[in-house]
Nanobody, 123 residues
Framework: QVHLVESGGGLVQAGGSLRLSCAAS????????VGWFRQAPGKEREFVSA????????YYADSVKARFTISRDNVENTVYLQMNSLKAEDTAVYYC????????????????WGRGTQVTVSS
């Protein structure tokens, strides 16, 4: 069992930045691939970014490339999502999730999920 808690969401103007954190506990954090997903009102949950166990390989959805950066600290058991140049369409609840396989864009590939943190970008 892995317990995940997201934080760092809030209200920001278009063009601004936020840094989300996902803190993990319960099992060895370095055993897990970590992904970020988001869900906007009226839309399906979608993949944002993922990072492998050591942190050396990352993957991003086309919509956030060059604006978002994922990273992890396996000593602090935390993964981060740095979000720059935010747009109104980035408004969503952001969730972190983990799996013990490989980087995936599929919701079904992930085993444990946090409860999410709200990001609202005003235009």
């Amino acid at each position: 069992q892995v317990h995940l808690v997201e934080s760092g969401g809030g209200l920001v103007q278009a063009g601004g930045s936020l840094r989300l954190s996902c803190a993990a506990s319960g099992r060895t954090f370095s055993d897990y691939v970590v992904g970020w997903f988001r869900q906007a009102p009226g839309k399906e949950r979608e993949f944002v970014s993922a990072i492998n166990r050591r942190g050396g390989t990352t993957y991003y959805a086309d919509s956030v490339k060059a604006r978002f950066t994922i990273s992890r600290d396996n000593v602090e058991n935390t993964v981060y999502l740095q979000m720059n140049s935010l747009k109104a369409e980035d408004t969503a609840v952001y969730y972190c999730a983990v799996n013990r396989g490989v980087i995936s864009t599929r919701i079904a590939a992930y085993d444990y999920w946090g409860r999410g943190t709200q990001v609202t970008v005003s235009s």
